[in-house]
């Protein structure tokens, strides 16, 4: 089974800044099987990134995803107030096919 | 338009079974590409896959749920379900269910991610 760390658990910035979130595979993962979620509070995950760089429909430019092997990041460049929320990356992998790391909260600085 | 609708009891008994129904509108779940997958997420935790099903019927579980899941789709009802045997307290989450997509393009398989959810359903186990 393929295990993800995300780091760090929680990134405490401003409105405006940029923000670099960390996702770790404990086994190579094959770029096109890399996703990444932003989940509100109260709400379902909404799909972010698939593919590892390729941004899912109507996700606005700010966010990008780039990495490749064991080492992903998704990165938002000016953070809106409305990105201070949790974010999840996910494998697409053979057993069990889908695994998800534990998430980083973006909160307020 | 796609969208999915989870539907079932909000409590269960320990020992009994959970059931829930996924609602497909908007499109068919038959005769599509997609899987059609069923997560979980207990309070203030993070998000766990339980099980998957393509149209064809065939499924795939999570191995630490395996003996007590069941996955079944309905296309005539245009309906997925799943079945959690023998559910304890540790089973209580929202359970959300999920489309994803797995293609083959130009000689490797490429994975699109989930982009369609349903809202959730939030289940206890309790007596």
């Known amino acids: 089974e393929i295990v993800l760390t995300q780091s760090p658990g929680t990134l405490s910035l401003s409105p405006g800044e940029r923000a670099t979130l960390s996702c770790r595979a404990s086994q190579s993962v094959s770029g096109s099987y890399l996703a990444w979620y932003q989940q509100r509070p109260g709400q379902a995950p909404r799909l972010l990134i698939y593919g590892a760089s390729s941004r899912a429909t109507g996700i606005p430019d700010r966010f990008s995803g780039s990495g490749s092997g064991t080492d992903f990041t998704l990165t938002i460049s000016r953070l809106e107030p409305e990105d201070f929320v949790m974010y999840y990356c996910?494998?697409?992998?053979?057993?069990?096919?889908?695994?998800f790391g534990p998430g980083t909260k973006v909160d307020i600085k | 338009q796609v969208q999915l609708q989870e539907s079932g009891p909000g409590l269960v008994k320990p020992s009994q079974t959970l059931s829930l129904t996924c609602t497909v509108s908007?499109?068919?779940?038959?005769?599509?590409?997609?899987?059609w997958n069923w997560l979980r997420q207990p309070a203030g935790k993070g998000l766990e896959w339980v099980g998957r099903?393509?149209?064809?019927?065939?499924?795939k579980y999570n191995p630490s749920l395996k003996s007590r899941v069941t996955i079944s789709v309905d296309t005539s009802k245009n309906q997925f379900s799943l079945n959690l045997t023998s559910v304890t307290a540790a089973d209580t989450a929202v359970y959300y269910c999920a489309r994803d997509l797995l293609e083959w393009v130009s000689g490797a398989y490429y994975y699109y991610g989930m982009d369609v959810w349903g809202q959730g359903t939030t289940v206890t186990v309790s007596s």
């Open positions: 908007g499109g068919s779940i038959g005769g599509s590409d997609y899987y």
């Open positions: 996910q494998q697409y992998g053979s057993s069990p096919p889908i695994t």
């Open positions: 099903i393509y149209t064809s019927g065939i499924t």
